[in-house]
């Protein structure tokens, strides 16, 4: 399976500030995702990332909340903007290999929000 | 929109006992995955079941995918401390994968 990196592993943040976290993946996949994981919560899609298109949002989720960038098949990042406490929560980022699209998870990135 | 119902909610069991848990849909899907994580880590794949009646095991692990293919469940056996985790199903189809709410087992030694 992929291996998969995310910067940052951790922050804190401030209130109405941005942060962009990566995912760094060490072979190319077709398939990458972004997870939110609330404290003490189940994982939720946010949206899939697209190589070279406008990524693809679930439901309650929105680009411009939710930026997202796929310049290759080995990259994305995911910025959370305008933050507010509610954001704070584990960002995960998932490649989909193997014969249904398992989902491979990098160590996700812990934010808190002030 | 789409929901897996995963129960227990939450288990606390003796080392050396067996563990069931299982999951369930409204729709029909072609996969199963289970997967635990550990604190601080992201989610790490323990079985995948891709066809309906499917039964696999993995060590001490055991999944069946429901004949249905709106089921499974995941069995533990002999558990030790080491299992404690949080276990998810997720299902649906390519792309398109859900997460249940997850089972979180605590084992004493």
């Known amino acids: 399976s992929a291996v998969i990196s995310q910067k940052p592993s951790r922050d804190i943040c401030q209130r109405g500030t941005s942060l962009t976290i990566q995912c760094q993946v060490d072979s190319q996949v077709t398939m990458m995702f972004w997870y939110r994981q609330q404290p003490g919560q189940s994982l939720t899609l946010i949206a899939t990332a697209n190589q070279g298109s406008e990524a693809t949002y679930e439901s309650g989720f929105v680009i411009d909340k939710f930026p997202i960038s796929r310049p290759n098949l080995t990259f994305s990042t995911l910025t959370v903007s305008n933050m507010s406490p509610e954001d704070s929560s584990i960002y995960l980022c998932s490649v989909g290999q193997g014969a249904a699209g398992e989902l491979f998870f990098g160590e996700g990135s812990r934010l808190t929000v002030l | 929109g789409q929901q897996l119902n995963q129960s227990p909610q939450s288990m606390f069991i003796q080392e050396g006992e067996d563990v069931s848990m299982n999951c369930t849909s409204s729709?029909?899907?072609?996969?199963w995955l289970w997967y635990k994580q550990d604190p601080g880590e992201g989610p790490v794949l323990l079985i995948a079941?891709?066809?309906?009646?499917e039964l696999t095991s993995n060590g001490r692990l055991t999944a069946q995918f429901g004949i249905t293919r709106k089921d499974s469940f995941l069995n533990i056996s002999a558990s030790i401390p080491s299992d404690v985790g949080i276990y998810f199903c997720v299902s649906g189809n390519t792309g398109k994968l859900i997460f249940g709410q997850g089972t979180t087992l605590q084992v004493k030694p």
């Open positions: 079941l891709y066809k309906a009646g």
């Open positions: 729709s029909i899907f072609n996969t």
